[in-house]
């Protein structure tokens, strides 16, 4: 792909969905304890059955690609039947793969997702790989770099070094699990490069060391720009989104669009996906805003992290959808 306008980096995994019946002979809901609960031994029926591919890299990759960014993706994948379908969905997605490598030796990560009560628990398989930093690589104007899994440092020293070589570009950081659990000083060179970071609240809170922030948004805005980031995002659910510029001294908030949630899987990689297409695009800010936030009314209303993804032309009718419905973005 010629142009590439957006270079996406991080673990992709294939998704199974299941649906139990809920019969509460052979499991049930407990919700003062947030527990599933199954009957040991028995066979559980299971309503429905849905195979997507997942991970925040893809799904992030092909969010941007479906609004008409020109994107491709940096990944490590195994050589196996699973890595295979991966490439062949996201090509069909129009996703650049030059610089995705398969292993032969190594597995696909996998991901049972039990859809239950209006909920999700996930149960992941990370596959031990050591991922390959592509000397190749071109220096697209922005990059994504998003979840990877326990042996990421050394990828992270090297793109360190690669982003320093290469100033110009605009780095959007939404780090994973493996990452928020590391001393800060671990990547903390990749926060220093960080142009702008998507985060939900509870992970800034964690990476911050804040604490309860309800009520201190602000505050814990700037505590997270305070580590690098020229931008901050912060996505809390049903309260909306929070941002903060840095550079213009301005704080945002965004409401949400009322609508039901059918499943919630890949509702923050849609908002970053919604937001970053339009800044990458040239819009507001303001805009940016509900551009993520209508892409993850969307996304929740379908099974699964990407059938839900707007497409370009989806986004003037959503947009409209959200403005009716008392959508803004404000100043606080």
């Excluded at 069909?92 to 209006?118: C, H, K, L, W």
């Excluded at 989104?241 to 550079?247: N, R």
């Excluded at 303001?286 to 379908?302: F, H, K, P, Q």
Aim: net charge negative; aromatic share 10%; with cysteine.
């Amino acid at each position: 792909m010629d142009g590439l306008e957006l270079l996406t980096i991080g673990d992709v995994a294939m998704d199974v969905f299941l649906v139990p019946s809920e019969s509460e002979a052979v499991c049930r809901l407990d919700s003062k304890d947030c527990l599933i609960c199954f009957s040991y031994g028995e066979k559980i029926p299971v309503k429905s059955l849905e195979y997507s591919v997942g991970g925040n890299a893809a799904n992030n990759v092909v969010g941007c690609r479906r609004l008409g960014v020109r994107a491709g993706l940096v990944s490590t994948l195994g050589g196996d039947s699973v890595g295979n379908q991966i490439v062949e969905k996201l090509e069909q997605e129009g996703v650049d793969m030059t610089f995705v490598v398969q292993q032969p030796e190594a597995r696909s990560n996998f991901s049972t997702v039990i859809n239950y009560g209006g909920e999700r628990t996930i149960f992941s398989y990370h596959a031990p790989r050591s991922y390959e930093f592509p000397l190749a690589m071109v220096a697209a104007p922005w990059v994504y770099l998003t979840s990877m899994g326990e042996s990421f440092l050394p990828f992270y020293n090297h793109f360190s070094e690669f982003m320093r070589k290469n100033p110009s570009i605009k780095l959007a950081f939404n780090p994973g699990s493996y990452q928020l659990r590391s001393e800060i000083s671990v990547i903390k060179p990749i926060l220093d490069l960080t142009y702008i970071i998507y985060l939900n609240r509870e992970e800034a809170e964690r990476i911050t060391g804040f604490g309860d922030s309800h009520g201190k948004e602000k505050e814990l805005l700037t505590a997270l720009s305070g580590l690098g980031p020229k931008m901050v995002i912060i996505t809390d659910g049903a309260a909306g989104s929070f941002l903060y510029d840095k550079v213009r001294d301005s704080y945002y908030r965004c409401g949400i669009l009322p609508v039901d949630a059918y499943e919630r899987t890949g509702a923050g990689d849609a908002f970053g996906a919604g937001c970053l297409s339009a800044l990458i695009k040239g819009k507001s800010i303001e805009d940016a805003l509900l551009w993520g936030t209508v892409n993850s009314a969307s996304v929740i209303g379908y099974v699964g992290s990407q059938k839900g993804l707007l497409r370009l032309d989806d986004i003037g009718i959503w947009i409209d959808r959200a403005i009716s419905s008392g959508v803004k973005v404000k100043s606080f």
